[in-house]
């Protein structure tokens, strides 16, 4: 992968680690006692410090030398080992430049005292170590770099940390393996000398970042350390990072779909291990494999005769296959299913693959979504909208059923909000409110920001139902989906065609990113440059999967093209470095 503005990152770690006003704040937090990227850093490069000696014994493949850990030599270094040859002069000054070096071997250090050290030949013949040189020589090291799954931010940190120590050429891997065989193979085809592999693990709000060093040529272990930092730490440097990271508009894949759908959702419908890309047109649910390009699936009928106005998807289906959750309008009211996908089940399209739709089970006159795990719900009213508190809908009794209500800040409804965690901890909620602003709410449920300004309105509004026609009761809402991103929370942000007014559609859409620092909510835009009125968007493999229409319906692009005009476009960004 291509590293990307190595001192600019390093200096957005450097200010988050250092001198963040909040990181002042949280003085007693771990990171800011504890962690420094400096020391896994200088752990690394302790093993390659430039230094000097001789052999001054051999006993087998034992020997003894005369430099030790007061010349920094520890357990695991590896040295160089040669004879002194011939003299070299400059041709013309006849200085003398040195003696040439005769290579003998390599020799891996056991043990160390004070002032001297004892060591095994891993390469070489033990007679030829007899009065033999050994140095770590102060040239660059070749290292290839493998973080795994270690957040993409702070494992770029710490590459752009060894790459600016001047100590280490290093060497990228786009292998995906945790196999040390394969990455010290790969390293050895790419001339490196060691492979550095990350890990990391999280718990009690902590990342815990730790490595490996092995020698390329034999797969040895000679090394490792780990570090902890403060995971909200990790956020705001992902947050920072960011900045740098997204340049507006770098679409990685743009899709032109024949259907007017409308909202999405990701899931394993069929079981077989592999998340799918649900799409709903009108009452019907489009299953894509997601790949280079989509491929259809199936067309699967849902909600019938009615309008789809939200879908989700949750685990713990019969198989291994995803449950669907449709919520579905059909002449004025609003309904939800509960849908499982049945292989055996014949095409329920002329000439579709075999499989359909079960349902599971038909919820008059509410809502549902899919949060964290668990089906939540909300009755509908067509005075209002939604009526009363969310609630959690659990299977008892071979049905689903209104269980405990669901805590989240008062007025509130189904689809306003997400949670959202500050740096230091604290757990709030952000919600929409019916305005299009953005609030957040603390963990006492108190009010404690708003956006600066409203993020465009909702795709899906309806009319409250009033007694008569000369009263507005005004309007509700189905709210746009906010996605959790590792802590940051993601909102859709659109601009009308004209000035504040939405009734004509709008011209471009936006994806903006909310940190919330533990003093306010940080405000950055992800993804600009979205042609249209953004409709839904997902996550599938660190990228971001946006559908849009754009303006009136028309793409002119595709008109100059000779293609359909109508319809929606997928648009597929990446959301880390590349």
Sequence with gaps: MVRIIAGLLFYAL??????????????????????????????????????????????????????????????????????????????????????????????????????????????????????????????????????????WYLGDAYYQLLKDSGRFELIDTGIETEDIAKLTAEAREKGAEILLALDSTESAGLINLTQKFFWANDAKQFGGSAASINSGHVKELRFKSGLYAEQEGAVLLSIDLPSRSRHMALGDVDGDGIQDLLLSAGDEIEVYRYGLDLKLLWTLKAAPKGEILWMDTIESGKGGRSKILVTAMSEGVVNSYIYEFDPAKPTQVKGGVPGGLVLLAKINGMFVRAFEGSILGQEFDKSSGYDGDVFTIVFKDGAYKKAERFKIPSGVNIYDFQFIRAIGGEKGVLAWDHEGYLTLYNESGVNVWRSRQDYGGFSISYKKEAPTVMVDRGEWAIKDRMLNNYGEILAPFRTPLVGMSRGLGYRKSAIKSLLWNGLTVEERTLVDKISGELYDYVFIDNKLVVLSKSLFGVNMTNVLKGRSPLGVTLNIYPMKGM
């Design 14 to 151: 450097c200010t988050v680690l250092f001198i963040s006003p909040v990181a002042a704040a949280e003085k007693e937090a771990p990171l800011a006692a504890e962690l420094s990227l400096s020391v896994l850093r200088d752990e690394l490069i302790s093993y390659f410090e430039p230094v000097s000696g001789s052999v001054t014994s051999i006993t087998g493949n034992s020997l003894k030398l005369d430099k030790g850990s007061k010349n920094r030599v520890k357990r695991g270094m590896r040295f160089f080992a040669y004879t002194e040859g011939v003299k070299f002069v400059h041709p013309v000054t006849k200085e003398a430049l040195g003696r040439m070096e005769m290579p003998v071997g390599n020799i891996e250090i056991v043990s160390a005292s004070d002032d001297t050290s004892e060591g095994a030949i891993v390469q070489g013949k033990p007679e030829d170590f007899e009065k033999a040189k050994i140095k770590i020589p102060a040239k660059k090291v070749k290292l290839l770099f493998y973080q795994g799954k270690v957040d």
